[in-house]
Structure formats: structure tokens, C-alpha cells
């Protein structure tokens, strides 16, 4: 959350995150379902429980500036629900990581929730996986009339 919080004041527009399915159901902001990188554990969040998902590493390296390292307070996976609600009026666009129609039902189960339909976009570079985005949405009450 810092990390999104620290890049709103440096003027982004919108946030740009990825998500993925916990064990137990849960959609988390992360890049990658193996966490080596990110916590130093060679484990899948798509395995894990959210409770037993171990705290981001305290300090990471920035991939795009060699040499630059961040380091954070808040360790926690941040979950989309919390990301949604830090963030209520600021769009988001979320890439869905696996193509996999839990994860794509939750995404758009929690922005329907949050009745962000109108500031978030999602979807995935597999064809495959934005054509099930889209029957979701189809399928939903995100459809307005026009």
C-alpha cells in the first residue's frame, strides 16, 4: 500500500496492479504467483492460504533502476478488497495474471462491490483470458444502458 500511496503523490493518474487467487479464495495485488522474489520463499500464492502468506521482504530491489533499493513499512500482500477501499476514487487498472475463472469471477465480483465499474479497467495480454473478462462482464450487471 505504500508503495501505491507514495506513487499518487508523485502524480500517477492510476494505478496499474496485478492480481492473484489465494488457496482460500482471495484476490491479492501481486506481479507473481511464486514468491522467491518478493518474500525470498519458494512458494505459489495459488498453494498458500491468505494467513500463512509470508511478508514481502523488507527491502527489494527496484527492477526498472539497478542498484536502487526500496524498503517499506507495511509487508503485507495487500489484498484488491483493502486496495479498493484505500483507494476509492482512483482508477485502477488491473492485469489478471492466470487464466483462471475464480480469479476473473472475484476481480469483477469485488469491483461490482465497490461500484467501480466506471474507473477500473482489467484484463490480460492472452486473448484467451480477456474474452473470459469480457462473458463476466457480459454476464454481470456491469452492463448500462447506453
Not at 41 to 67: E, Y
Not at 70 to 92: A, C, M, N, T
Amino acid at each position: 500500500m505504500q508503495a501505491f500511496h507514495h506513487a499518487l503523490n508523485v502524480g500517477t493518474d492510476m494505478l496499474e496492479i496485478d492480481c492473484q487467487l489465494t488457496k482460500d479464495g482471495y484476490v491479492v495485488v501481486a506481479h507473481d504467483n511464486n514468491l522467491q522474489r518478493l518474500t525470498g520463499q519458494n512458494i505459489k500464492i495459488s498453494n498458500t492460504l491468505l494467513k500463512d502468506l509470508p511478508l514481502i521482504k523488507a527491502v527489494l530491489p527496484v527492477d526498472f533502476h539497478p542498484g536502487r533499493e526500496v524498503q517499506g513499512s507495511d509487508r503485507r500482500i495487500p489484498l484488491l478488497r483493502d486496495v479498493f477501499q484505500e483507494f476509492p476514487s482512483i482508477p485502477i487498472n488491473i492485469d489478471i495474471k492466470e487464466e483462471n475463472d475464480r480469479l476473473i469471477k472475484a476481480v469483477s465480483d469485488l469491483v461490482r462491490e465497490n461500484q467501480r465499474e466506471d474507473i477500473t479497467v482489467w484484463g490480460n495480454f492472452r486473448h484467451t483470458t480477456v474474452k473470459k473478462c469480457q462473458n463476466e462482464v457480459s454476464g454481470s450487471l456491469w452492463q448500462k444502458p447506453l
